[in-house]
């Protein structure tokens, strides 16, 4: 049975610094990793998807990466804004996915 | 191209009565999946569907719970005799392909179901 960590569970940081989130899962059959954001109340949106074939993916500020072997993905968040602030979420597999229970970033004025 | 639309996006509803979640996919998506967002917790799966058919539903309470996916229309989540301890976020996902094809998902913005 697939279990995906996400640490740390909440991260308050000022505004410009660099900062990565981690997501460990425990079965390395996968075919894909997403990443989402979740702003309060709100849906998901899809920041990034890296297919197993792939090592990272980029989008803007924002860099994800996989490493099978060791079960772990890394979100990279460049020069970080407040309006970054939400939960940040990694499903490991595609549709049928097994979600961590996120990461929590504030991001200070 | 319309995004995942789920509806409503609020329901309240007394104990006892029944909750009907709907999610239309996004356009040539044939793959659907329901997601339950318990209070601070995370998502959890609970089925996965397509057309006509349910595909997984290991996810699923084995009671009161039922999807569907039919030919025409939107996918339904049907929550019967609802108890307290089903309020939560409703989310509803759906790709292209199945898993080991292109399965980026696509959530819905969720229905939030109250029970009082």
């Known amino acids: 049975k697939q279990e995906v960590t996400q640490i740390p569970a909440a991260l308050s940081v000022p505004e410009g610094e660099n900062l990565v989130l981690n997501c460990s899962f425990t079965?390395?059959?996968?075919?894909?990793l997403q990443w989402f954001r979740q702003d309060p109340g709100k849906g998901l949106t899809s920041l990034l998807l890296i297919q197993s074939s792939q090592r990272e993916q980029t989008s803007g500020r924002l860099n994800a990466s996989l490493d099978k072997s060791s079960g772990r993905s890394t979100l990279y968040i460049a020069a970080s804004q407040p309006g970054d602030s939400a939960t940040y979420l990694c499903?490991?597999?595609?549709?049928?996915?097994?979600f961590g229970d996120g990461t929590t970033l504030t991001v200070k004025p | 191209n319309a995004g995942v639309m789920q509806n409503p996006r609020h329901l309240v509803r007394r104990r006892g009565q029944e909750a009907r979640l709907r999610c239309s996919p996004m356009k040539g998506h044939s793959h659907v999946y329901w997601y339950r967002q318990l209070p601070e917790e995370g998502l959890k799966f609970m089925v996965y569907l397509q057309k006509e058919n349910i595909i997984d539903e290991s996810g699923m309470p084995k009671e009161r719970f039922s999807a569907e996916f039919p030919k025409e229309g939107p996918s339904i989540l049907r929550i019967q005799q609802v108890v307290r301890g089903d309020s939560a976020a409703y989310f509803c996902?759906?790709?292209?392909?199945?898993?080991?094809?292109?399965?980026?998902?696509?959530f819905g913005q969720g229905t939030r179901l109250t029970v009082v």
């Open positions: 996902a759906s790709s292209p392909g199945a898993r080991g094809m292109n399965t980026e998902a696509f």
């Open positions: 499903a490991v597999d595609g549709g049928k996915s097994t």
């Open positions: 079965d390395s059959a996968i075919y894909n």
